[in-house]
């Protein structure tokens, strides 16, 4: 049974870090696309980050591209997602997902077969 667990949301000041943890079980890295979501009310689910392990290749969107950096531990079977330089638009509930097959370059919620609770973060200005 695959399960994904978040942690490490939080409050922070506009321009402070917060590191996301997404400790999962019953699969294999290598075997799947690895991505982080995150939604506010009223909005669809976007993806902001995403890494296919099998080939290191990786995926930002432009909202946070240079400030996001999407990481695996393989022996720890942890994601992480370190995000820099925060600013109130990254407040969101966010959510660490896996997909069997995924396009990095067009992250849909659709593709992705296991969905974490998610972690609440939010940036106060």
């Known amino acids: 049974q695959v399960q994904l667990v978040e942690s490490g949301g939080g409050s922070v000041q506009a321009g402070g870090s917060l590191r996301l943890s997404c400790a999962t079980s019953?699969?294999?890295?290598?075997?799947?696309?690895m991505a982080w979501f995150r939604q506010t009310p009223g909005k669809e689910r976007e993806g902001v980050a995403a890494?296919?392990?099998?080939?290191?290749?990786?995926y930002y969107a432009d909202s946070v591209k240079g400030r996001f950096t999407i990481a695996q531990d393989n022996a720890e079977n942890t994601l992480y997602l370190q995000m820099n330089s925060l600013e109130p638009e990254d407040s969101a509930m966010y959510y660490c997902?896996?997909?069997?097959?995924?396009?990095?370059?067009?992250?849909?919620?659709?593709?992705?077969?296991?969905w974490g609770q998610g972690t609440q973060v939010t940036v106060s200005s």
């Open positions: 890494i296919r392990p099998a080939t290191g290749s990786q």
């Open positions: 019953g699969l294999t890295y290598d075997g799947y696309c």
């Open positions: 997902a896996a997909a069997r097959v995924c396009m990095l370059s067009r992250l849909r919620t659709r593709d992705f077969n296991y």
